[in-house]
């Protein structure tokens, strides 16, 4: 690890992911302290101010933790009132829960170390360092929160300034940019009054798209960034077939690129960015390792593919609205299912697993699921109906 502590042995069952460091030994287990229940999240995150674009997100996300999160720390989290004398509103800032950075809510979700986000052009997923916990002033979910919060709130100040037709059709936009913003935003976010140490990964997908016949037509465009073992995948359900899926980004085993205290690594640097040219109709997922390290790719299209069917079919709730491809709710529903797989085999001390089939490859003893944190945002690529009145 990049600060000078323990390493976590490679055991999937009771394994977690590293910050960087060179190779130490003296390895000292790890066990989580219970398994909390799967819990599903709808973000409602605005897109106040933002130009329409010709094509839109469909959302839903799904999240297991393997512990209960660390609370945000001050100036993060507002103290509770401590006085008889403090105002009695529910409104006063004294008893407003919410975290807040530089005066404002952070956007996303916590999930363990995890944090995600989702809104009508831009999902993430982000994978805080877990071994950072043991760390006193160690605060692994802080630092993948406040990098999505800033990296969602860059691309949006980018996108803001370009309003008319003209404009948007002449914009490109430039992710790993806005995250190296975000990275340097965090850092001096959580320089003061405390140091907050932690890292993160960080993956996320932008839709844009490009114009044909001088604006006439377009066809809708991913921006997909990458920065360590979370994972961006495109799917064609009707088709049964992955368009795109990110690469991993790895030190070395199980010690993933990371962002954050004493790391080497830099979104202008060491990120990727990729475009992907997509079709309406096709679902696109940012998942952190929880899922990937407990199931074949195979499976992860198998489970989004039957999920689509099912809900076409009535399945997962009653819903007004077009249902076909996952839509108006279908996502959350495909969420649900690739979590509750992800984590049958998570908790499996006998199953057979992705990353225990690499931790073999190392030269590590490895068996069953592993235990992690299990964070899904699925985005269904939509037409934008605002876009004609624009």
């Given at each position: 690890?990049?600060?000078?502590?323990?390493?976590?042995?490679?055991?999937?069952?009771?394994?977690?992911?590293?910050?960087?460091?060179?190779?130490?030994?003296n390895r000292v287990p790890w066990k989580p302290r219970f398994l909390p229940t799967t819990k599903t999240i709808r973000l409602f995150s605005s897109n106040h101010g933002l130009p329409p674009l010709p094509y839109r997100f469909d959302t839903g996300i799904a999240l297991f933790?393997?512990?209960?999160?660390?609370?945000?720390?001050?100036?993060?989290?507002?103290?509770?009132?401590?006085?008889?004398?403090?105002?009695?509103?529910?409104?006063?800032?004294?008893?407003?829960?919410?975290?807040?950075?530089?005066?404002?809510?952070?956007?996303?979700?916590?999930?363990?170390?995890?944090?995600?986000?989702?809104?009508?052009?831009?999902?993430?997923?982000?994978?805080?360092?877990?071994?950072?916990?043991?760390?006193?002033?160690?605060?692994?979910?802080?630092?993948?929160?406040?990098?999505?919060?800033?990296?969602?709130?860059?691309?949006?100040?980018?996108?803001?300034?370009?309003?008319?037709?003209?404009?948007?059709?002449?914009?490109?936009?430039?992710?790993v940019a806005c995250l190296q913003q975000a990275y340097e935003n965090t850092v001096k976010a959580t320089a003061e009054p405390v140091d907050w140490q932690g890292t993160t990964t960080a993956a996320g997908a932008q839709i844009h798209f490009k114009s044909l016949d001088g604006?006439?037509?377009?066809?809708?465009?991913?921006?997909?960034?990458?920065?360590?073992?979370?994972?961006?995948?495109?799917?064609?359900?009707?088709?049964?077939?992955?368009?795109?899926?990110?690469?991993?980004?790895?030190?070395?085993?199980?010690?993933?690129?990371?962002?954050?205290?004493?790391?080497?690594?830099?979104?202008?640097?060491?990120?990727?960015?990729?475009?992907?040219?997509?079709?309406?109709?096709?679902?696109?997922?940012?998942?952190?390792?929880?899922?990937?390290?407990?199931?074949?790719?195979?499976?992860?299209?198998?489970?989004?593919?039957?999920?689509?069917?099912?809900?076409?079919?009535?399945?997962?709730?009653?819903?007004?609205?077009?249902?076909?491809?996952?839509?108006?709710?279908?996502?959350?529903?495909?969420?649900?299912?690739?979590?509750?797989?992800?984590?049958?085999?998570?908790?499996?001390?006998?199953?057979?697993?992705?990353?225990?089939?690499?931790?073999?490859?190392?030269?590590?003893?490895?068996?069953?699921?592993?235990?992690?944190?299990?964070?899904?945002?699925?985005?269904?690529?939509?037409?934008?109906?605002?876009?004609?009145?624009?």
């Open positions: 690890m990049s600060f000078l502590g323990l390493l976590l042995p490679n055991i999937a069952s009771t394994s977690t992911k590293r910050p960087f460091s060179p190779p130490l030994g933790a393997k512990r209960t999160p660390r609370p945000f720390p001050p100036p993060f989290l507002s103290p509770p009132s401590g006085s008889f004398s403090d105002p009695l509103s529910t409104h006063h800032q004294s008893r407003d829960r919410r975290a807040r950075v530089n005066g404002d809510i952070i956007l996303g979700r916590t999930n363990g170390d995890d944090a995600v986000f989702a809104s009508d052009y831009f999902i993430c997923a982000n994978d805080g360092v877990g071994a950072w916990t043991t760390r006193p002033r160690g605060h692994a979910g802080l630092w993948s929160r406040l990098i999505l919060h800033f990296w969602a709130t860059a691309l949006r100040e980018d996108a803001i300034k370009y309003q008319t037709i003209e404009e948007r059709l002449a914009y490109k936009p430039d992710p604006g006439k037509k377009t066809v809708p465009l991913l921006y997909v960034t990458n920065l360590g073992d979370c994972q961006v995948m495109v799917l064609r359900p009707k088709d049964g077939a992955v368009v795109y899926k990110t690469k991993e980004q790895w030190h070395w085993f199980d010690c993933p690129r990371q962002l954050g205290t004493n790391s080497p690594d830099t979104p202008e640097k060491d990120a990727v960015m990729d475009v992907v040219e997509i079709r309406v109709g096709d679902v696109v997922l940012a998942m952190t390792d929880g899922v990937i390290d407990n199931m074949w790719e195979h499976e992860i299209v198998e489970s989004v593919v039957q999920s689509v069917e099912r809900w076409e079919r009535g399945d997962g709730g009653n819903v007004e609205g077009d249902r076909t491809g996952g839509a108006n709710g279908g996502m959350k529903f495909a969420a649900e299912e690739l979590v509750t797989a992800a984590k049958m085999v998570a908790l499996d001390p006998y199953a057979e697993s992705p990353f225990m089939e690499h931790a073999i490859e190392e030269g590590l003893a490895s068996i069953g699921g592993k235990l992690d944190d299990i964070s899904v945002v699925a985005a269904l690529v939509k037409n934008n109906e605002t876009w004609q009145a624009s």
